[in-house]
Structure formats: C-alpha cells, structure tokens
T-cell receptor, first 112, second 113 residues
C-alpha cells in the first residue's frame, strides 16, 4: 500500500483552465502539506492542514485553493492556470514523532 | 524566517568512498528539526535522516550520518561507502515549531564506478 498517493502523476493543460490534484494518505497523520518544486528544483511550502484545518498559507495566489474533505485527503484546486504554475507539486504528510514528512510521488503540471 | 544554505551545487564521488554534503541554516527558534531528503532522477522525495536541535548525539541511519554542529549552525550529511544508487539530488531541510519544512537549494551527487 502506498503511504501517500497523488493523482494524476502528469497533467498537461492549457493556460486559463482549472485543474485539480488529489492526495490521499493512509498513515493516519493529522498534518498534510502541499509543496511546489520549480524548474530549478527549489522546493517551497504552499499550504499545511492539520486535522482538516488550514494552518499555513504561504502567500500563495488565491487561484490555488486546497480542500481537505477528511484527515486522509488534501486536494489542490487551481483556477485560471498560468504558464508560471508549471512545476512539480508534492503532497506530504507529517509524522507523529518529530514531523518527518513523507512525500507523495509528485504531480508534474505543465501549462501550455 | 528560516534560511537553509547548501553551497555545493554538484559533487562527484568514487564508488565505495565517503562524501560529505554541506548544509548551514539560520533560525531564531530555540527548538527545531533538521532533515535530509534524497531525490533520485525518478523524482520522489525520500526521507533519509533527522536531527533534533536538542539531541546530544549525531544522528545515524545505516550509511547516512549527520554531523551536527549547533554553534556553527551546520548539519552536514555524510554518506559512507557510496553506491551507484546514491546518485541523486540531496536536500537539507529545517522545521521549526510550526512544522513546515524549509529546504535548501539541493546538492546533486554523482557516484562514479
């Protein structure tokens, strides 16, 4: 069983479209995250949810809206996609002991 | 704000030799965690090792060890007996009390046969 899964793995879309990325974890962790890795491989946190509540929002444009229907899921919806949104998006979940974070496989988003 | 610095963009190491990846950090938080992650060319992020700011001993996990020097604010990763499968990008990260991870720019390691 995959601990943190994301769908889709690849997403190619046109500018202006709306798309969603889904994330599910089966580790029973309370905290989930979205990170963005740009073309230079730099990783930056976008959002953090704890028990379905938003606790970190790192000045991400409001075109990005995370939604956590339950503790095991944290989805990312992006409206009006722009070229600069092209990146790899990672979902992660926080460990209980010292918050080592376990990452999903990533979703490579390409906006044309 | 936290800042993580990895000054080595790329390194080459001979198989079976050890390699040290540098990481320095800056934080005003008294309590924090330091992490290293591996990202192979396949893209996934693999957690390697953790060091707590109050831990007295350096962390070790198999062939990975973390050389933690708190006064110098450094948390270098040592990979011993390098293997071809160690070729990857390695990220140092720090998490203060608010749990988010701040990452360095990464170091690419290439292991030569």
């Amino acid at each position: 069983d995959t601990a943190v899964s994301q769908t889709p793995k690849y997403l190619v879309t046109q500018m202006g479209n709306d798309k969603s990325i889904k994330c599910e974890q089966n580790l029973g962790h309370d905290t989930m995250y979205w990170y963005k890795q740009d073309s230079k491989k730099f990783l930056k946190i976008m959002f953090s949810y704890n028990n379905k509540e938003l606790i970190i929002n790192e000045t991400v444009p409001n075109r990005f809206s995370p939604k956590s229907p339950d503790k095991a899921h944290l989805n990312l919806h992006i409206n009006s996609l722009e070229l600069g949104d092209s990146a790899v998006y990672f979902c992660a979940t926080g460990g209980a002991i010292y918050n080592e974070q376990f990452f999903g496989p990533g979703t490579r988003l390409t906006v044309l | 704000a936290q800042k993580i610095t990895q000054t080595q963009p790329g390194m080459f190491v001979q198989e079976k030799e050890a390699v040290t990846l540098d990481c320095t950090y800056d934080t005003s938080d008294p309590s924090y965690g330091l992490f290293w992650y591996k990202q192979p060319s396949s893209g996934e992020m693999i957690f390697l090792i953790y060091q707590g700011s109050y831990d007295q001993q350096n962390a070790t996990e198999g062939r990975y060890s973390l050389n933690f020097q708190k006064a110098r604010k450094s948390a270098n990763l040592v990979i011993s007996a390098s293997q071809l499968g160690d070729s990857a990008m390695y990220f140092c990260a720090m998490s203060p009390n608010d749990y988010k991870l701040s990452f360095g720019a990464g170091t690419t390691v290439t292991v030569r046969a």
